[in-house]
């Protein structure tokens, strides 16, 4: 499946059925957040806003969310059929993480169809929403691919963060030295004394804030990354204003820098986290200084209602369930812990939860499996409470997850484990204020928790249980299953 941009991508939804045209007219300011939550609740299609308030005329008039709010609609992203296992869908994600197809740089693009610089930049001429009312204003990056590039490597990032618009041509962001890839990069070009250049792509192939939004390698190019997924390099284009590139086909890209001065920088949220809930009061936060936009004709916004609800799973949390499950299993893999069976992350944690299905091989092999997730980077944000059950347990099912931590768990045996004061994340509403505090600690400090639902092997074989550790279920006999399903109809039950 090669690339494809956003408008191939509406295309291919609508052809599918999971693309809505909303043709009434909806205001920006909180109703369209409040519409699309609504979507979200009912697992409804894609959205496509095209008579919003105030931009019925103007440099932009659509706006585009909810594009991977659901599995299947990721599934099609990738080039699989909407059901597709999670297996199966993870494991590409495993294989497809570790190859690289470098981009090509081409001369020029539809995303250089329009350039504004100086005077005439203003983002306030797209429909950028306040997608929740307690927000602090109107977040234009939400989904976007954000570049930035290594002064000392070249190598670039591209990663998805939230920035607000300030000013008509200034944007306060959540940029933290440091912390994610762009945050290392800014420590380096204040080291340097230099303000960090900028490229902020709005609506693309969806494969961009599929990858932007994990934790590739430290040093790997995203690009290089989706070249390998699509199978084919990425064409870019060179930015007009700063040392980047972006793609050819995207629909705006926003170029600009960011100071390291206190004195430039602007009050940013709060926000709609990922988490469900609000973020910090409005803070004082690295701001970028715009310097050019480009876009095609009739540019298309794209954007993302953040924060996952109950029933109600944003876009981040669905794209997140898959990657974060592949990158854990990745982790294990290169640990060399065997008997891994599958890797699942329900969306309405965003890999906070993680469930670690095994063929148990030995009685320890849980309290390993936490120590590898615990110990890598990529534990950030998330893996703070890791489930590891049996064979016999659909990791995607909470039904058959708690009937293993009701009747298997036995804390006081090492079935609950406790890593106390250990690298975690700032945004957590769980976590005491004083432990959130990145400017004193670097980052937030977790407690992460092991549940141990595997069968003990600290118990003997017993005859009674078949010789083995654990007192059977009270499941039928195979053969007497085997019986039944063939009888079936002639019980006079075929319609149940």
């Not at 740089?105 to 950028?128: L, R, Y």
Request: proline residues 7%.
């Amino acid at each position: 499946m090669g690339f494809m941009d956003l408008r191939q991508w509406l295309r291919l939804l609508e052809k599918e059925g999971e693309l809505r045209r909303i043709g009434a007219e909806v205001h920006w300011d909180r109703e369209l957040g409040a519409i699309a939550r609504r979507v979200l609740e009912k697992k409804g299609p894609a959205l496509l806003f095209e008579n919003v308030a105030g931009y019925k005329t103007g440099r932009c008039t659509k706006l585009f969310t909810g594009g991977l709010g659901d599995r299947r609609r990721l599934a099609l992203a990738l080039g699989f059929p909407r059901d597709v296992s999670n297996a199966e869908l993870v494991q590409h994600v495993m294989t497809k993480n570790r190859d690289a197809v470098p981009p090509r740089v081409v001369k020029t693009g539809p995303v250089k169809d329009v350039i504004v610089k100086g005077a005439a930049i203003d983002q306030n001429e797209f429909p950028v929403p306040r997608w929740h009312h307690l927000e602090g204003g109107r977040y234009i990056h939400t989904f976007s691919g954000i570049v930035t590039r290594d002064p000392d490597t070249r190598v670039m990032n591209v990663g998805i963060y939230r920035g607000m618009i300030g000013k008509p041509d200034t944007c306060p962001m959540l940029l933290i030295k440091g912390g994610q890839h762009w945050g290392h990069h800014f420590q380096k070009y204040s080291d340097r004394g230099e303000p960090m250049p900028v490229a902020c792509v709005i609506g693309w192939d969806p494969i961009m804030p599929f990858l932007a939004g994990s934790p590739i390698p430290t040093g790997v190019c995203e690009w290089d990354v989706m070249g390998a997924y699509r199978g084919e390099p990425a064409e870019l284009v060179k930015c007009e204003t700063v040392d980047l590139e972006v793609p050819a086909t995207a629909e705006i890209v926003i170029e600009g820098v960011i100071h390291d001065d206190p004195a430039t920088w602007e009050l940013e949220g709060p926000f709609g986290e990922y988490t469900g809930h609000l973020s910090d009061v409005p803070t004082p936060r690295p701001t970028m200084k715009v310097t050019c936009i480009t876009h095609r004709r009739d540019p298309i916004f794209r954007g993302c209602l953040e924060g996952t609800l109950p029933g109600s799973y944003s876009e981040n949390s669905v794209m997140s369930a898959v990657q974060r499950a592949g990158i854990a299993w990745n982790i294990l893999k290169t640990a060399g812990i065997p008997g891994i069976r599958d890797v699942y992350v329900h969306p309405i944690t965003n890999g906070v939860n993680i469930v670690v299905q095994i063929r148990k091989a030995y009685q320890g092999q849980p309290k390993q499996i936490a120590a590898a997730l615990w110990g890598n980077s990529a534990a950030q944000y998330r893996y703070k409470h890791v489930f590891v059950v049996d064979d016999d347990i659909d990791p995607s099912s909470y039904e058959q997850i708690d009937w293993a931590l009701a009747h298997r768990v036995n804390a006081g045996e090492g079935g609950l484990v406790v890593f106390p004061g250990i690298f975690g994340s700032p945004i957590d509403p769980s976590t005491p204020m004083e432990d959130r505090d990145v400017s004193r600690l670097g980052t937030g400090l977790w407690n992460r928790v092991l549940f141990d639902a595997t069968r003990s092997w600290k118990f003997e074989r017993r005859p009674e249980w078949g010789n083995e550790r654990f007192p059977p279920t009270v499941r039928p006999a195979a053969e007497d299953e085997t019986r039944v399903r063939e009888r079936w109809d002639e019980y006079g039950l075929g319609d149940v």
